[in-house]
């Protein structure tokens, strides 16, 4: 794929080098030449100094012939806007952006935009390693979040079926994870007896 990425911070520099080392053709935009110091030494995508807002700017970054764009930079504002821009401007369906307020994610889906909110995951990360013993795993898919998590069944459900084990609100259950290291998926149909050790796989929609 033809990728650009806007802004060459710690998350767009880290972005970039996973996207080339992954085969794919990365252009990158950043207002400070310095910080493209942050790129590995064998990345050898495009790189172009300017204001990203810049229109001929994100034409000589590659935006007219781009698959996706993913708008980094630490300015809410900023991605806004040239998420908006990459999007209506030059027709890139596949935009991802970058916020950091939560309170303004309902503004980007206003638009149509996929965001990531570092702070949403920040927090249910910190929270599960607060709160639980397994941490809970992120796992994301375009503008949506899943956190899935591992937790021990009480002994009062040994010799009961996975159905029956209480869930929190939003939860549903993936599988069962057996004391023997075994993995069963569940699929709502079949019945799973449960047994001493058994740990269930919950997942629910975090964002």
Same mark, same amino acid.
Request: with cysteine; proline share 2%; charged share 20%.
């Given at each position: 794929?033809?990728?650009?990425?806007?802004?060459?911070?710690?998350?767009?520099?880290?972005?970039?080098?996973?996207?080339?080392?992954?085969?794919?053709?990365?252009?990158?935009?950043?207002?400070?030449?310095?910080?493209?110091?942050?790129?590995?030494?064998?990345?050898?995508?495009?790189?172009?100094?300017?204001?990203?807002?810049?229109?001929?700017?994100?034409?000589?970054?590659?935006?007219?012939?781009?698959?996706?764009?993913?708008?980094?930079?630490?300015?809410?504002?900023?991605?806004?806007? !040239?998420?908006?821009?990459?999007?209506?401007?030059?027709?890139?369906?596949?935009?991802?952006?970058?916020?950091?307020?939560?309170?303004?994610?309902?503004?980007?889906?206003?638009?149509?935009?996929?965001?990531?909110?570092?702070?949403?995951?920040?927090?249910?990360?910190?929270?599960?390693?607060?709160?639980?013993?397994?941490?809970?795993?992120?796992?994301?898919?375009?503008?949506?979040?899943?956190? !899935?998590?591992?937790?021990?069944?009480?002994?009062?459900?040994?010799?009961?079926? !996975?159905?029956? !084990?209480?869930?929190?609100?939003?939860?549903?259950?993936?599988?069962?994870?057996?004391?023997?290291?075994?993995?069963?998926?569940?699929?709502?149909?079949?019945?799973?007896?449960?047994?001493?050790?058994?740990?269930?796989?919950?997942?629910?929609?975090?964002?």
């Amino acid at each position: 794929m033809n990728i650009l990425v806007i802004g060459c911070g710690k998350l767009g520099s880290r972005l970039a080098n996973v996207l080339f080392h992954h085969g794919h053709n990365v252009s990158i935009v950043d207002m400070n030449e310095d910080a493209f110091s942050q790129l590995d030494d064998d990345f050898d995508g495009l790189t172009v100094v300017g204001m990203p807002m810049d229109m001929n700017v994100l034409r000589s970054a590659g935006v007219e012939g781009c698959d996706a764009a993913a708008v980094v930079t630490p300015d809410d504002n900023l991605n806004i806007t !040239v998420s908006q821009i990459v999007r209506e401007f030059f027709y890139v369906d596949n935009v991802v952006a970058r916020i950091t307020d939560p309170a303004r994610e309902n503004v980007f889906h206003h638009f149509g935009l996929k965001t990531i909110c570092q702070t949403n995951l920040t927090c249910g990360a910190v929270f599960s390693a607060l709160t639980q013993e397994f941490s809970e795993k992120q796992l994301h898919f375009y503008e949506t979040t899943v956190g !899935v998590n591992v937790r021990e069944i009480d002994p009062i459900m040994v010799g009961r079926t !996975v159905e029956n !084990v209480p869930m929190k609100t939003g939860e549903t259950i993936m599988g069962v994870l057996r004391d023997s290291g075994e993995l069963t998926l569940y699929d709502g149909r079949q019945k799973i007896i449960l047994s001493s050790g058994d740990k269930i796989i919950y997942a629910r929609i975090n964002d």
